[in-house]
């Protein structure tokens, strides 16, 4: 057994748990974003109904998810208070929990397991939804990408948890 650097125990100390705040699908291309109390999630492709998870079949972006503090973030360097949800078209907003601290490892909401796959970048669909330096403003403030791991029902109030790092964590989330 390997010892533990400093780093790798700096990173493993996340006992901060956060909360599932919102949950949004997208039934069609450019469709409006519905709020829902809960969605099925299955392995491989993301959320059950959103449009956008049969796009992802297979690939690291099935779900994507960004902080509640950071929708509040944006919104004051665009000079509008904090932002809706569904402008920033993310499956799944959390509160209390550094999401960029999941780099590298897996993490559950409620009963489904994820795997941090990468940042979510922003496109420029976000300048049309927030206006004019939208998508400026959402630089680092996107959230993550994952991909399932293992399938189930989230539902808002669901915890948020890290996993220590080690086993199958995807080493390439930046």
């Not at 974003?33 to 392995?43: D, K, N, R, Y």
């Not at 960029?100 to 990468?118: H, V």
């Not at 998508?135 to 991909?147: C, K």
Request: with cysteine.
């Amino acid at each position: 057994m390997t010892a533990k650097t400093p780093l790798e125990d700096l990173q493993n100390a996340l006992p901060q748990q956060g909360v599932v705040v919102w949950i949004g699908l997208s039934s069609g291309h450019r469709s409006l974003i519905q709020a829902v109390e809960e969605a099925e999630v299955l392995v491989g492709t993301g959320l059950v109904g959103d449009h956008h998870s049969q796009r992802r079949k297979g690939g690291k972006r099935q779900v994507t998810l960004i902080q509640a503090e950071h929708l509040a973030a944006v919104g004051e360097l665009l000079h509008r208070g904090s932002l809706r949800p569904e402008e920033v078209r993310r499956n799944i907003v959390v509160r209390g929990i550094n999401l960029l601290a999941l780099k590298g490892r897996q993490f559950q909401l409620g009963e489904i397991l994820l795997e941090c796959t990468g940042p979510c970048e922003p496109c420029s669909r976000l300048e049309e939804n927030l206006g004019p330096g939208g998508w400026n403003a959402m630089r680092g403030h996107g959230g993550i990408t994952a991909r399932v791991l293992e399938g189930g029902t989230v539902r808002v109030g669901d915890p948020v948890k890290a996993l220590p790092i080690g086993g199958k964590a995807v080493a390439n989330c930046e």
